[in-house]
């Protein structure tokens, strides 16, 4: 499984960014997947996810922010950022193929490269 993000740039306070995520290896129209942003020091946490049948879970803080979206005839996974703000900082990192339990999401080890997204005037 090979995973390609892209989209991260600097942008200011309230502008928007749309993150995208290549993906191969697997039958991408019949995993779930998700995004993750990583805070300097931190540990990654989970933004946002989505099921293999569309249906999407958003972390509190990105709620009516952000936006997961899927193609599966492009493999490809998406996250639209609006209204950013420089909280919004972070390197953002996509998988694919994990599981659900009680209703959230969990990883799979396989990770890509991470987009940084910085958000600053």
């Known amino acids: 499984v090979q995973l390609q993000a892209s989209g991260g740039g600097l942008v200011q306070p309230g502008g928007s960014l749309r993150l995208s995520c290549a993906t191969s290896?697997?039958?991408?129209?019949?995993?779930?997947g998700a995004w993750y942003r990583q805070f300097p020091g931190e540990e990654r946490e989970l933004v946002a996810s989505i099921t293999s049948g569309g249906r999407r879970r958003y972390a509190e803080s990105v709620e009516g922010r952000f936006t997961i979206s899927r193609d599966n005839a492009a493999n490809t996974l998406y996250l639209r950022m609006n209204s950013l703000t420089p909280e919004d900082t972070a390197v953002y990192y996509c998988?694919?193929?994990?599981?659900?339990?009680?209703?959230?999401?969990?990883?799979?080890?396989?990770w890509g490269q991470g987009t940084l997204v910085t958000v600053s005037s």
């Open positions: 998988n694919v193929g994990g599981r659900y339990l009680s209703g959230r999401y969990y990883p799979t080890t396989v």
């Open positions: 290896g697997l039958d991408f129209s019949d995993n779930a």
